[in-house]
Every structure is written in C-alpha cells, then in structure tokens.
C-alpha cells in the first residue's frame, strides 16, 4: 500500500534520530509500516586528508566515473581509484621493461610486502595468507581440492553466492556429496532466524564434512550473524571445516579480525570495496586445516614451490601488477581519513538513503539496519516483474542511474540485469539442480527489492531523485505492458 506523501512533506517529517525498523513478520505486513527517514540537509560530507570533499567533488577528482553516471551498484564490482591506477600503471611499465627481472625477482619481493600488508589489515600472519585473483578462484581452490568422499556432506545457507551454488553443484555430480540447504525466508526477521535454519540442517546431518557461510551475502545484501553461525556448527558439528566466503567482508566491515572467527577458511575480494585493482583478493588458511596438498590452487604450474605460499605466488605467466599494487589501495583509505571515517560515511549513508526510499515508496527495508553495511535493501511498492525490469533498464539507460533489483518469495532469491530477456541469476542453477521449485513470477506475495551501495563518491542528492523516479517508472512500465 503506498503512501501518498509529498516530497515537501517527506522533509518535513525527517529526523536525525537513529532508528532500527520493526521485526517484519510477513509479506502483507512489509508494505504497511514504513520507517522513518534521516534528514540530511546538513548531511556532513567529510573531507580527506588535503581537504576533498566526500561524495561528487571526490568522484570528479579521484574516480574514473563518468561525471553524469550514478553507480549506486558499487558492491558488483568495485571502482579503482586514480592514485591507485597510476601505481599499478608504474609497475606495469616495470614489468615490461625487465620481463625477466621482474618475473623471477622484483614481483615476488613486491608480492611478499603486498602480503603482508593485507595479512595486518585482517589480523592475521603473513604465513597465512595468499593472494588470489577473486573470490571465485578462492572458494574453487579450496572446494574442488578438498579430499571429500562419496556422500559427505556439506552445509550451506539459502543465501549464498551463485558461484558457491555451482561450485557445489559440480562437487554433487563429480565426487558424490551431498548438498543440505539451510532455507532462510524472507524479509529477514533478525538473526535468530538464520541461526535456527543452519541448527535444523546440522541436526539432519551432524557428521557434515563442510559449512559454507557468506559473511556478507550478496543479493539480497545481509551481514550474517557469523559468530553464531560458527558456534552453532562447533556445537553440533565440531568435526566440520567451516569456509567462509567474504567476498564482501574487506573494506565494509571495519575491524576484520580473521583469525578470531574461528574459521577454518577465509576469503575476501580487495576490489568491491577496499580500492584495489579488479584480479585481487586473498585467502586465509587455518595452520591446522593446511596439508602439502590442501588447499590447491586452480591452476598448479611450474614454479616448483610446494609450500602453501609458493603454490599460489605463480600460476602461469600473466599480469600480477594488481597484486603488487595492493597496498596502493591501503594507502588510498588512509587519505580518505581511514577505516572509521569511510566506515562511518559510507554506512550512514546507506542507512539514511534506504529510509528516506522506504518511507517515500510507502514500503520498508528488506533486512534490518542491524544485519546492513554499506548495501541497503529496499522493498519496491507492489509491482510485477516486467515492471522491474523495464524500470531497471530505462534507469540505466535513459537516466544513467545503476542499481541491482531482485525479488524474494520464501527463501529464494533472484537478481535481475537491465536486459528484459536476461534470465535472472540463480534461476537457470535452480531448475538444474532441482533443488527446490523455482519462483514464480506471477505469485503475490513476491517481494521486489532494489539493493543500493553506498560510497565515498555518492551523497544524498543521488539517491533523492529515485523518490518520484522509480514510482513513475514502475507506473509507466505498468501501463505499457497492458497495451
């Protein structure tokens, strides 16, 4: 039910208090109790270390995004800064100018420092840590090189990552595992609700071999209550390994201490939300999981090295220069006035934009303010799927404005692209795979959503049009599609 509020009125009725939304208890409910709004006519836009200005004049200095583009889908796939560009520029040109130096000597001594700096960044030891070139390579490395048997089974949520569906999707058919899905439904209540899903599939089977957890899912974006997620397993499946897929995690959680989770595999992108060039990410190894042969990387070429470290420095000749540029990347957040004041912009940002959407659309936040980081996820006034995904497009295309839309029916979950005839992600896998029937569009009680990033190159201004904009649009596409 939308409310018919004015955008006058909306800003008359914003306030600077802090404020997490009610528990939604179902779908009819979602659309009858919208949240209050942040106000931000005197939003603070921080300044960084020479005194930009967060937010557009930040985006015009040191981004390369086109000045009329709006990416509010910063999560997908990150943005290089230009400082740390032109750093990963001057070692290519290195690269290039003593191939034979650089490949048998300067990368690796460049490797080790870029190591080690991402290794403190997390809490961890150097020892532990490899560089990989994304999250997809790691959870590959360590699933498909895992000594698994003929019906060993492995745990995971319903809301893991489509590369982590696939990937086991493989494992089921070539080693025989079996595959058991804890099914979180939707909207999210709290954290107990996933932490009762996870207990009820560990009770199925508490000689499970493997737990996957996401510590931020993607679509729709939910910080999970990890701790709880990984005392429950050591609980009721003390023998199981635990993998978890932060691929979301560097950068957006601030404070990351790996070794504290009490995990026995992490992995984390540096490219969505920590600066670095896009073909970077780690992978953190419990010394008590490691064997000469687990984990492997994707690819084992000739370098010779055995040893956990040297089995990932080299897989083949390519560009590593992303990789030796990491700590450009750390770097860049120390201009940006470091990890509290990104932390601090980038979720009050997120919080108040979704809000201020929520309560304009006459709807509210799919996950509450509790388990959001710097991804906020919006329920869109009641529509259909056509309507979403024409939105989307003429967004994109008429508007230059990119945000991901989704939907949610029970615990399953669908990310559309801006192209009408794309089939939306996780779908295809799930009517391969037969695990569960697949959603179906004309259902009621589907719940669209719009997930928005928020980041140190956006400000409030860019959220404020899709206000009036994605009604109107949604409305259009309506009528459109009836003629």
């Known amino acids: 039910m939308a409310l018919a509020i004015s955008l006058a009125l909306v800003a008359a009725l914003l306030t600077l208090v802090a404020f997490i939304p009610p528990p ?11 949240v209050p709004v942040t106000d931000d006519e005197e939003w603070p836009l921080p300044l960084t270390e020479d005194g930009t200005r967060y937010g557009r004049d930040l985006k015009a200095r040191m981004f390369y995004l086109s000045p009329t583009y709006v990416n509010l889908n910063h999560g997908s796939y990150g943005t290089v800064p230009r400082p740390v560009k032109a750093v990963q520029d001057d070692l290519f040109l290195l690269q290039e100018s003593r191939p034979d130096a650089w490949f048998r000597k300067e990368y690796y001594r460049r490797l080790d420092d870029a190591r080690g700096r991402i290794a403190s960044y997390v809490g961890a030891s150097e020892d532990d840590v490899v560089l990989v070139e994304n999250a997809s390579s790691a959870v590959n490395s360590v699933l498909r090189s895992m000594p698994f048997e003929r019906g060993d089974a492995v745990v995971r949520l319903s809301t893991a990552y489509g590369m982590v569906v696939e990937t086991l999707d493989y494992l089921r058919g070539t080693a025989g595992i079996e595959v058991i899905v804890a099914e979180v439904t939707y909207p999210v209540e709290g954290p107990d609700q996933m932490v009762r899903a996870l207990e009820e599939a560990l009770r199925r089977r508490p000689d499970v071999k493997l737990c996957v957890f996401s510590h931020i899912s993607s679509m729709p974006a939910i910080v999970e209550p990890l701790d709880r997620l990984v005392a429950s397993v050591r609980s009721i499946a003390p023998s199981a390994t635990v993998l978890v897929d932060g691929a979301h995690a560097p950068g957006q959680l601030i404070g990351l201490d790996v070794p504290s989770l ?12 920590m600066y670095a060039p896009k073909g970077t990410a780690f992978l953190w190894s419990s010394p008590s999981r490691r064997t000469s042969t687990f984990p492997e990387p994707t690819v084992i070429s000739s370098s010779g090295r055995r040893d956990y470290e040297g089995r990932y420095a ?19 957040r120390s201009y940006l006035g470091g990890e509290g004041q990104i932390g601090d912009y980038c979720r ?7 809000r201020f959407l929520a309560l304009a659309w006459g709807t509210d936040l799919l996950v509450p303010e509790g388990m959001s980081g710097y991804m906020i996820n919006v329920i869109l006034p009641p529509t259909n799927e056509d309507a979403v995904r024409h939105m989307q497009k003429e967004l994109d295309e008429v508007h230059d404005v990119y945000l991901v839309c989704g939907a949610v029916l029970d615990s399953r979950w669908e990310e559309f692209g801006n192209d009408a005839d794309d089939i939306p992600r996780n779908v295809a896998a799930t009517q391969r795979r037969g695990e569960r029937e697949a959603p179906n569009s004309a259902e009621p009680t589907k719940i669209f959503f719009v997930r928005l990033s928020a980041q140190v190159y956006l400000e409030m201004e860019d959220f404020r049009p899709l206000a009036k904009l994605v009604p ?7 009528v459109d599609l009836l003629e």
Request: proline share 2%; hydrophobic share 45%.
């Open 24 to 34: 939604m208890a179902s779908a009819e409910e979602v659309h009858a109790t919208p």
């Open 262 to 273: 009490g995990v026995d595999f992490y992995l984390g992108n540096c490219h969505k939300w």
């Open 314 to 332: 080299y897989t083949g000749t390519r560009d590593y220069t992303a990789f030796a540029s990491l700590g450009s990347a750390l770097d860049f």
């Open 348 to 354: 009050g940002l997120a919080f108040a934009a979704g």
């Open 472 to 478: 109107e649009l949604l409305q259009k596409a309506e």
